[in-house]
């Protein structure tokens, strides 16, 4: 990221700009998960939920568990 020394604010974009990139993503995939529920098209709003609530769980394991662990070793 030598390119942010270039500009005024470079020290706060090199701090800041990864993590917001990384919640960025995060928040893609939580809308993603939502419109795939949605596309399945469930009989009941309770099986929707069911839905989005069991797809959350998996990505919240992904990205709280196995994604932090492979990037350790």
């Known amino acids: 990221m030598d390119w942010t020394d270039k500009i005024p604010a470079g020290s706060f974009v090199r701090q800041n700009l990864p993590p917001l990139i990384i919640i960025t993503i ?4 939580l809308q993603l998960i939502d419109i795939a529920s949605l596309i399945e098209s469930y009989e009941t709003h309770s099986l929707y939920q069911k839905a989005v609530y069991m797809k959350s769980v998996i990505y919240l394991n992904l990205n709280m568990l196995i994604i932090p662990a492979l ?3």
């Open 71 to 73: 990037t350790l070793t």
């Open 26 to 29: 995060n928040q893609i995939l």
